[in-house]
């Protein structure tokens, strides 16, 4: 038998019994639409976090700490602590590897910003050069970056305006923020009250600071991974402070072995440096690494699994809806038993009888999936608009949570032919090797 006839047939067939063709194709629509609905939020999701990292971040960037220590080893060894301090002499050693384009510390430091009727206590936090060149990497809702790298200039975050006084960022602008903090020195040969620690003195300072932008609120679910605080500084006015000392000796209190002066550097590589040969010759000088790239693979490695387990659970639905189909087929092979006769009769082949029963299924595939795919798409808006009202509440910003590529269209309507083919099998070959004679004796 020819496709193009066993489609007719097939098509004639189905119209005989339309509310049950309707209601078995309306099973594989919803199981479709479930499905669809689900993939594409876990692929929405995963898209919208992925442009935010690669919207704000730069990925030839690797952030290097100071290797953690492992006290079990240490309990049982007597051998001597070999971890590299991360210090001035270790950044230009990094500075030297071959395809390393600049090294930057990361500071951040807690601040009193002493203001009018109250004091605040907020994290500041250090900008680069390079991160005041890439604007897209910070947002300015008004003003501008600093001039220069020991500038006496403060760019203050927009949920402090209130707190400080001033009705909107373009009123704080050339206004002074009187900020206070602690300041440690240390020095000494090791006998300081802390055993193993040096001598140290710690005194509150006080400093003003113009105020020369003000920071655009991040109003994105996943926000901006490089915004970690309200206050941000210049690198080399935070080191003239010596703001970065307090984080050295917070993290001498914690581990006595720990020498490194800076708790966090930016390491920015050339481009073309492989990110992932940079970050295993920084960890061979004992150093631990974290790099965009390395999360972003994280990421993609979490969304595989959401993925699945969402792809998984909208299946459910759509087994429902073959196990319906396979109810569908058996029921019309018992109507039409007199009819398969005949066609045996007349010289039909197993082959033509199967072919007939796929067909059929796979009209109802057919149908089922692309009505599911705009089932699942009407669904996903539905869905996307609800949760944009309560993003609109909350103050922050409308975003697309479902994205819909066109293989997930393709792939939609496969899976239904697909599934409903496999639910068709056993009733086809049934039907295939009815006798003819007992058949045509069927009442």
């Excluded at 590529?405 to 032919?417: D, I, M, R, S, T």
């Amino acid at each position: 038998m020819l496709w193009k006839d066993a489609a007719i047939l097939a098509g004639a067939n189905l119209r005989q019994t339309p509310i049950r063709a309707v209601l078995t194709t309306l099973g594989v629509v919803i199981g479709i639409g479930m499905l669809v609905c689900m993939v594409a939020f876990g692929l929405g999701v995963r898209k919208l976090a992925t442009d935010q990292v690669e919207r704000y971040a730069f990925m030839n960037t690797i952030t290097v700490f100071p290797k953690a220590p492992n006290r079990r080893a240490r309990a049982l060894s007597e051998k001597p602590d070999t971890r590299a301090p991360l210090d001035d002499a270790m950044l230009r050693t990094i500075a030297g590897l071959a395809g390393v384009k600049s090294v930057t510390p990361l500071v951040t430091f807690p601040l009193e910003i002493i203001a009018p009727d109250q004091s605040l206590t907020v994290l500041g936090q250090t900008m680069t050069a390079d991160e005041s060149a890439n604007q897209s990497m910070f947002e300015l809702s008004a003003g501008q970056f600093f001039t220069g790298p020991h500038a006496g200039e403060t760019i203050i975050h927009e949920e402090l305006l209130s707190s400080l006084g001033f009705e909107d960022a373009a009123a704080a602008l050339g206004r002074t923020v009187d900020v206070s903090f602690l300041s440690p020195k240390l020095g000494g040969d090791g006998q300081g009250i802390v055993p193993g620690l040096p001598s140290f003195a710690v005194e509150r300072r006080q400093a003003s600071f113009r105020v020369v932008g003000v920071l655009h609120k991040s109003e994105g679910i996943f926000g901006n991974p490089l915004l970690r605080a309200d206050l941000l500084l210049p690198l080399g006015t935070a080191m003239d402070l010596g703001l970065h000392q307090l984080l050295a000796l917070q993290g001498m209190i914690r581990d006595p072995q720990n020498h490194s002066t800076y708790a966090s550097v930016e390491v920015r590589l050339e481009p073309g440096t492989p990110v992932a040969d940079m970050e295993r010759q920084i960890r061979d000088l004992g150093l631990r690494t974290m790099s965009f790239q390395t999360i972003l693979e994280q990421m993609n490695q979490f969304f595989l699994i959401m993925n699945s387990v969402l792809g998984v659970t909208g299946s459910v639905a759509l087994l429902v809806a073959a196990l319906g189909i396979a109810n569908t087929m058996i029921i019309t092979i018992l109507e039409r038993r007199r009819e398969i006769g005949v066609m045996k009769a007349v010289g039909s082949t197993r082959g033509a009888v199967r072919q007939l029963f796929f067909v059929e299924s796979a009209i109802i595939g057919v149908i089922g999936g692309i009505l599911g795919y705009g089932l699942g798409w009407l669904t996903s808006l539905l869905i996307n608009w609800l949760i944009n009202i309560y993003l609109r509440s909350q103050g922050g910003r409308p975003e697309v949570l479902f994205h819909f590529p066109v293989w997930l269209f393709v792939g939609a309507v496969v899976f239904a032919v697909a599934v409903a083919l496999a639910a068709a099998l056993y009733p086809a070959s049934r039907a295939a090797r009815l006798d003819p004679v007992d058949s045509l004796r069927y009442e």
